[in-house]
């Protein structure tokens, strides 16, 4: 076990068993781990088995989750991750979604609405890097611990941040995707790369990590489309790539594109002969995937994700010392892979409902 498992663990077996007995009752299947996690430091990358606190907290706890959205299932699953485990461990916790990407004003507002409250810490998936700044550097000095999840956060001091690097999920796909090609013997295979919202960090991550992943492959990138992630706007843009192009082998990018896509490519005939891959999970992309319709995704385990940064925010509100940054490992997910593997760290239970109040 190396010192840094020993130092985020610390907890006896008997400790351990009592604390569960005690707090898991009204959620007897919430057990996400021990889950693999990256600890970053600087350049420094070390992998352990996260395991979160088992032991009862010392007060109530106030922790304020805010999404962009719970438009699809990624941001839901966060959402169950983050709720789920707050109510495991016995504090209140209040989730308030944004409504979109261009919903940043509110955001700013919710984000303002929690610091009047004087909770104990924030969990934010970030809209705007730059214009959340302040923001979270207002609430540090309140005292207030604040935790990034989902979304990169850079050039500000944050408590702890659990977000993937999407240029390393799009990494992965784009691996995936080549090995596609090769095993259908394409030399020069040509892709549009549909990124998602201008600007934004994350998508401007995923368009290096598949530019990264095709460099040196006969992979060629055609064109990047930029776009608001809704169905209607990445449809748009679909429509727009089959017009323009009549020689293309794939269509990558966010998953809410590979949930319209299929539908777009059969109307044009091309039902089987562009693939079809995206670099994080939605609901629709899953089930495209199940259908044969999607050739895969790469998804970190977000539900655990959101686990893990909620967890992170307990730690500091007791005051214990966690590392700065935190990652969740993203793997390749295709047809096989679903056939064969628990899902459940990826996935909401059947029915669940979204919860934005736990007391």
Same mark, same amino acid.
């Given at each position: ?49 996260? *395991? ?12 304020? *989750? ?34 979109? $990407? ?42 207030? %611990? ?9 050039? *500000? ?8 690097? $999407? ?47 095709? %460099? ?52 044009? +005939? ?9 670099? $994080? ?11 044969? %319709? ?24 007791? +005051? ?14 295709? %047809? ?19 919860? $934005?109040?736990?007391?």
């Amino acid at each position: 076990m190396t010192k840094l498992r020993s130092a985020m663990l610390l907890v006896t077996t008997a400790v351990a068993a009592s604390a569960m007995a005690g707090m898991v009752a009204a959620e007897d299947a919430w057990v996400w781990w021990p889950n693999s996690a990256e600890r970053i430091t600087d350049d420094q990358v070390e992998t352990f088995d996260y *395991v979160p606190r088992l032991e009862p907290v010392t007060q109530k706890w106030d922790i304020c *989750v805010l999404l962009p959205h719970l438009k699809d299932t990624w941001w839901v699953g966060i959402a169950y991750g983050a709720m789920t485990e707050a109510k495991r461990q016995g504090v209140k916790a209040s989730l308030f979604q944004a409504g979109g $990407y261009t919903e940043l004003n509110k955001q700013l507002s919710q984000f303002d609405d929690c610091v009047a409250l004087g909770v104990d810490g924030i969990l934010i998936a970030a809209i705007s890097e730059g214009a959340l700044k302040p923001k979270i550097e207002e609430a540090r000095g309140k005292g207030i %611990k604040v935790v990034a999840v989902g979304n990169p956060i850079s050039g *500000v001091e944050l408590d702890a941040a659990v977000f993937g690097d $999407y240029n390393v999920d799009a990494g992965v796909a784009g691996r995936a995707l080549v090995e596609h090609f090769k095993a259908q013997g394409k030399d020069h295979p040509r892709v549009i790369n549909f990124a998602g919202v201008a600007g934004a960090g994350w998508a401007e991550q995923a368009v290096t990590g598949w530019a990264d992943a095709f %460099k040196d492959t006969g992979v060629e990138i055609v064109e990047v489309k930029y776009g608001e992630t809704g169905k209607s706007e990445q449809l748009k843009l679909v429509e727009d790539a089959l017009q323009t192009y009549d020689d293309i082998d794939a269509f990558v990018g966010v998953p809410t594109m590979a949930e319209v896509a299929p539908g777009a490519l059969e109307q044009a +005939g091309l039902a089987g002969k562009v693939d079809v891959a995206a670099f $994080y999970l939605t609901e629709g992309a899953y089930q495209g995937v199940l259908d044969g %319709k999607v050739l895969g995704f790469a998804s970190n385990p977000m539900v655990v994700e959101a686990a893990v940064a909620m967890d992170l925010a307990i730690r500091l509100a007791e +005051g214990e010392a966690v590392g700065k940054r935190f990652r969740m490992p993203p793997i390749w997910i295709d %047809k096989a892979f679903i056939e064969t593997h628990d899902m459940s760290k990826f996935t909401t239970p059947a029915g669940w409902d979204v919860v $934005y109040t736990v007391e």
